[in-house]
């Protein structure tokens, strides 16, 4: 691998993380073929590095566990909402009123996942309300820009949403 | 090390996979680092991790002779 891609590569990693092992870890990318299979490994452990240096310090392993759990929750029941509502108005919302056990089902499904939603916000929140106290008593700012992130992300896809149904006249939806 | 995993499990750990075992052990204090000899950093077990290595190679060593003895058994 060229030195340019290692150091790309360990760019994605921890500060904390990369003031202790950079050297070292840019000869042993360098050593080694890149592929993308190496790229994706990187890039999946650094996501995993960040969401435990998150609360390193301030919690102890089985919490952070259950941090890394109430991400993946919240990454899956997204997902499931976001693909309620991008077929909302396509050919199926129509199909599912002739079918009573499509309609059935497909509520059952978005009851559930409205269920497990709110169930992980009930968890998740008294967890990043410590982070936030912790983060705001020892002046923690790079963990109070962490913690911004998913939120600034929301609001992103919110924003987005807002204005698509704006600019579509509430029809942003794909249609046939 | 990267080669000697290789030999002894036939897997090839990723990067990321690697590097962030060996972090996750010095935090634990499990290993140490030497000084580096050119392009190589080896590490090695403290105190503490040849312990629990040792603890780990009995379990697993109890637990294959009881596998063993029970498929011998049949």
């Known amino acids: 691998m060229t030195p340019r891609r290692a150091q790309q590569l360990i760019c994605l990693c921890p500060r904390e993380w990369r003031v202790r092992y950079r050297e070292e870890f840019q000869i042993f990318l360098e050593d080694h073929p890149l592929n993308l299979r190496a790229v994706l490994n990187i890039a999946g452990w650094a996501i995993y590095e960040h969401i435990l240096s998150l609360g390193r310090g301030q919690v102890d392993q089985r919490q952070q566990s259950l941090t890394l759990m109430l991400y993946a929750y919240l990454a899956a029941v997204v997902a499931g909402l976001n693909f309620y509502w991008t077929v909302a108005d396509t050919p199926l919302a129509s199909t599912r009123q002739s079918y009573a056990m499509l309609f059935g089902s497909w509520n059952l499904v978005a009851l559930g996942s409205v269920i497990a939603l709110a169930a992980v916000v009930m968890v998740a929140a008294p967890v990043g309300f410590s982070l936030v106290r912790t983060a705001c008593a020892e002046k923690r700012g790079d963990l109070v820009w962490r913690l911004a992130v998913p939120v600034c992300a929301g609001l992103v896809i919110l924003t987005w949403i807002a204005a698509a149904g704006v600019a579509t006249g509430a029809h942003w939806a794909p249609t046939p | ?74």
Request: net charge positive; no cysteine; hydrophobic share 40%.
């Open chain 2, 1 to 74: 090390m990267f080669e000697d995993i290789f030999r002894m499990s036939g897997t090839r750990l990723g990067p990321g996979t690697l590097y962030g075992a060996i972090a996750r052990l010095e935090r634990e204090r499990l290993i140490e680092a030497l000084p580096a000899e050119e392009r190589r950093h080896p590490y090695r077990l403290t105190a503490e991790g040849r312990r629990v290595v040792r603890a780990k190679l009995a379990t697993l060593h109890h637990f294959a002779r009881a596998g063993l003895r029970k498929l011998e058994a049949r």
